[in-house]
């Protein structure tokens, strides 16, 4: 009985080191890219072992369908499932619009386009950078508020005089009359919906599948000018008004079968397909799933004048635009048996040399990582079962704790992010780049005096924590010149963590990692080849967004025990940063911690606004103290603005208008 228990505990143990590399290949290979495949043709697909070394960050055009069949074909059967790649320009994700600007000098709240006489000062969208607007629900020029109803609903509290019933809440983009306050009114509408952009006399909407360009000379009488249809499969990433110039990326789902002769949408009947040499890919192969495509649309005619397109992933990218070119992210890691490899050379007390002699005959073989993984399982399996139960017990501890500090000695290596430069002017393609980890959205990069900052998490995808011990994630900063190479970083700030926000001024950065904790960074970039961090504080809760009130106070919203939590940083000393006030709101929720589109800053009267679930909030931050001003209840804010000392609260059911002076209701409008 004795020696069958030794055979079973025996058989068991030696299931249980094998199962151990079978779930890590297993997760590995779901959650990171694999390189190398004997299918393609392209000799710069080939494994670096066979003679080639992969060049990840470099991207070229497909030659033909085949080819990009053979790449889609590659990078599904490699990895299992779809992770990383040029794209992920999602909506309104963990404060995600995905394509973003540089950094203001000054507030972009305040509009440098003065309105009529009449009025000194009208507020635009809250954006990164004064003078490249971003699409929103509300628009307005001073004179009159554009605003898209997101929801078409029944108003409980409104009844109408006839008849004993709720009033039916259109869903269009109402056209208002604003200024003065006194003549507050509908005066038109249009039967589109949608995020907003305006450029002069153009009211541009994009709706689900189709864009309108709108003439509003006569606010009373919008002309539909043009439109642009996009294919079924095809949808509107974002957009941006530069220039006079739009701005557009649409993502289009790749049928495996048919990837190229891709019809993308017809503006003013003329319809834009792209085709396989137009398409751009890294080199090296990523999985991808959507084609992404950038173009320059003018706003008066719809004409699509410029476009460049990209494959990629829905999942893992993001898109950044600056004053210069836009920059695009892609994720991507080292391949599985490489990493094994590694690994058991920097530990060979712990495996046999006939071990090792296997696995780098292995690594140099000519065929794919499904295959290679294959025959590491079988070495491995054959390996086991020579164990006694001693060494059984030995292999195992030393696997468990060895590969915990191998993948903290190499996560940098594992897992990266590739960036690629437009140049803006020409539509190309300016330079290539890497750095380790993943960006969080359009606030982590920045591009300042021709240097791209970028901060990223290492750690937080891929599986890792599955190495042994515990998940330990690390943030990083990385400064990268006009070439896109690395000049100097920071690295390992809030171990554990993972970054919650970021922002970016001038020489200065500012960092909110969170855990349990929210450790808020104060960084000097000013040297870019010796970047450092100045100072730390930390505090409970987190912030999701940080707005610069001045160069010296900045202003977080995020949340703490559950409920909205507003703190103001004193960064005059960055090696001592202070939160010298919070207020704690009662709220669960508000847009602006994803959404910096829901806040306003009014630094005439030192004023901000966000949102909530249960009205709007005005707040005070004079004398760097909070106080709330003014709330507004039984509204369904969504926005505000400010036209001359008037504040304007916009819901989905009305309009109310304050006077900023002494905080009076002056007009409201009902929808």
């Known amino acids: 009985m004795q020696i069958l228990n030794k055979q079973i505990d025996k058989k068991i143990g030696a299931i249980v080191v094998l199962m151990i590399f079978l779930i890590i290949a297993f997760l590995i290979s779901v959650f990171f890219v694999v390189l190398g495949n004997k299918n393609f043709k392209n000799k710069d697909y080939k494994s670096p072992v066979s003679g080639v070394i992969f060049e990840t960050e470099k991207i070229k055009k497909f030659v033909s369908e085949e080819e990009f069949k053979d790449y889609l074909q590659a990078s599904t059967n490699e990895t299992g499932n779809y992770y990383g790649g040029i794209g992920s320009l999602r909506k309104g994700i963990q404060p995600t619009e995905m394509l973003s600007m540089p950094m203001a000098s000054q507030d972009a709240s305040e509009s440098k386009i003065m309105a009529p006489e009449s009025m000194e000062r009208v507020s635009e969208t809250n954006v990164q950078v004064l003078g490249i607007d971003e699409p929103d629900i509300v628009k307005t020029n001073g004179k009159e508020i554009y605003f898209s109803s997101e929801n078409n609903y029944w108003q409980d509290e409104v009844w109408t005089e006839e008849e004993q019933r709720p009033l039916r809440i259109e869903n269009k983009t109402k056209i208002i009359n604003a200024f003065p306050p006194s003549d507050l009114a509908s005066i038109s509408g249009i039967d589109k919906t949608g995020t907003l952009l305006l450029d002069k006399n153009n009211l541009i909407i994009f709706s689900d599948q189709e864009i309108f360009g709108y003439d509003v000379s006569d606010p009373k009488l919008p002309k539909e000018k043009w439109n642009v249809k996009l294919e079924n499969n095809v949808s509107i990433a974002d957009s941006r008004l530069y220039k006079d110039k739009i701005y557009l990326v649409t ?181 290539t780049g890497s750095v380790p980890g993943y960006p969080l959205n359009q606030f982590a990069l920045d591009e300042y005096k021709n240097n791209l900052r970028i901060a990223t998490t290492i750690g937080e995808r891929g599986g890792m924590g599955f190495f042994g011990g515990d998940r330990e994630t690390a943030n990083d900063i990385y400064v990268l010149d006009q070439d896109l190479k690395i000049q100097g970083s920071i690295k390992n700030l809030g171990l554990t963590e993972k970054i919650y926000s970021a922002r970016f001024m001038g020489d200065r950065g500012y960092l909110v990692t969170f855990r349990q904790t929210d450790p808020f960074y104060v960084l000097d970039l000013s040297d870019p080849k010796k970047p450092e961090m100045k100072g730390e504080l930390k505090i409970p809760g987190y912030s999701s967004y940080l707005h610069p009130i001045s160069n010296d106070i900045i202003l977080g919203i995020g949340k703490e025990s559950q409920q909205v939590k507003l703190s103001l940083f004193d960064v005059a000393s960055p090696e001592n940063p202070k939160e010298i006030d919070k207020y704690i709101l009662d709220e669960y929720w508000s847009e602006a911690l994803d959404n910096h589109h829901a806040f306003l800053l009014d630094k005439k009267h030192n004023i901000f606004f966000l949102p909530g679930n249960k009205g709007g909030y005005i707040f005070s931050y004079e004398n760097n103290k909070f106080k709330l001003v003014k709330a507004i209840s039984q509204v369904s804010a969504k926005r505000a603005l400010f036209i001359n000392d008037y504040l304007y609260i916009i819901g989905d059911d009305k309009i109310t208008v304050l006077d900023e002076i002494n905080w009076e209701k002056v007009n409201e409008l009902r929808f």
Request: hydrophobic share 35%; glycine share 4%; net charge negative.
């Open 251 to 431: 993502k289009t789902w790749i049928d495996q079968s048919r990837p190229c002769q891709m019809k993308l949408l017809t503006a003013n009947e003329m319809p834009l397909e792209i085709k396989c040499i137009d398409i751009y890919h890294p080199v090296s192969p990523v999985p991808v799933d959507t084609t992404f495509v950038a173009m320059v649309l003018d706003p008066i005619t719809g004409k699509i004048e410029k476009n460049i397109s990209f494959v990629g992933s829905t999942d893992s990218s993001v898109v950044y635009m600056s004053e210069n070119g836009i920059y695009i992210t892609y994720s991507y890691s080292e391949g599985m048996i490489k990493m094994f490899s590694g690994f058991i050379k920097e530990n060979q007390d712990v495996f046999p040399n006939l071990i090792n002699e296997k696995i780098e005959k292995l690594e140099n073989y000519d065929i794919s990582s499904q295959a290679k993984l294959v025959e590491f399982q079988s070495i491995f399996e054959k390996y086991q079962s020579s164990l006694n139960n001693d060494e059984r017990i030995r292999v195992e501890n030393e696997m468990t704790n060895r590969m915990s500090k191998y993948y903290k000695d190499h996560q940098r290596e594992l897992e990266k992010t590739g960036i690629v430069k437009i140049d803006l002017e020409k539509f190309d393609i300016k330079a």
